[in-house]
């Protein structure tokens, strides 16, 4: 593990909710194994994009890297230099670090929440990141945090770099409530490897942490922080999961 100070209060943070996510992440290993959420097609995309798009060494943050499971498949023949994953659980970067020993290139893992970087942490890395990952993690933040933290994504890109945002997504003008039952109805059809108290965990999470926004106000959002343009590379045919690059 790196020993740069990443987050505000990390020491007081650290303990408290390891059980919680020890058992979120034995549902979420099912959960990618079942493609329940499409990373198999997603990811496919991501490696096309990275191995055709990046053609020199790049640098890349990923927020919110959980086991890094698809990402170390996403980035095997990239001209990838430096991976720095940051994740609140420390059983998912320990799998984490074992997934990505087959990727050849320099390694942090970071235990702490990058809704919290230090003053300190965007100082010392501002514009040295060629890619910027978050992928099925940014969901969880309100609009106001979102807002803080591509801000300071557009701070710690290069000059050219690019913010690739896979997430789930609101239809445009659906509510929350609305978009939460159409997701839970679809869990409920197809998640057909989850028992019913793990169905219930989900249901729970998803109720009461999940806040997608609309494609729109993410778009909004690039261009508020200045990127330059951002692109759909992927979207489910239920209009619930998009891949956006964000380009400065
Ligand atoms: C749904 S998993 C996604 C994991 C992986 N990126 C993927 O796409 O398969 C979300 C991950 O983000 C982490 N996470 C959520 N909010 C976070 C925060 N504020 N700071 C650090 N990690 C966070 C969780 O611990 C979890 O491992």
């Not at 007081?12 to 959420?37: A, C, D, P, R, W």
């Not at 720095?84 to 087959?102: R, V």
């Not at 890619?131 to 969901?139: D, G, K, R």
């Not at 609309?214 to 909004?220: A, N």
Request: charge should be negative; hydrophobic fraction near 40%.
């Amino acid at each position: 593990m790196s020993d740069i100070i990443y987050f505000k209060h990390e020491e007081e943070e650290k303990s408290t909710n390891q059980e919680l996510f020890n058992q979120q992440l034995n549902i979420y290993q099912k959960v990618l194994h079942g493609n329940y959420m499409g990373h198999c097609e997603i990811y496919d995309i991501l490696h096309n994009f990275l191995v055709n798009y990046l053609q020199k060494p790049f640098k890349m943050l990923d927020l919110g890297c959980g086991d890094a499971c698809f990402i170390a498949q996403a980035l095997a023949n990239t001209n990838i230099a430096s991976y720095t994953g940051i994740d609140l659980s420390e059983i998912a970067l320990e799998i984490a670090q074992s997934n990505m020993a087959i990727i050849p290139c320099e390694k942090h893992f970071q235990q702490g929440d990058f809704s919290e970087l230090t003053d300190e942490f965007l100082q010392q890395k501002e514009g040295s990141f060629n890619v910027i990952m978050a992928s099925f993690a940014l969901h969880h933040l309100l609009l106001p945090k979102k807002d803080v933290i591509f801000r300071e994504i557009a701070k710690l890109l290069s000059a050219d770099g690019i913010f690739v945002l896979i997430d789930v997504i609101r239809k445009e003008s659906e509510e929350r409530e609305t978009y939460i039952e159409r997701y839970l109805d679809d869990v409920k059809k197809r998640w057909s490897m989850l028992s019913p108290q793990e169905y219930l965990i989900v249901k729970n999470h998803i109720s009461s942490s999940d806040f997608p926004e609309t494609p729109q106000t993410l778009y909004e959002l690039g261009i508020k922080h200045n990127f330059n343009r951002s692109e759909c590379l992927y979207r489910d045919s239920l209009e619930t999961t998009q891949l956006l690059c964000f380009y400065r």
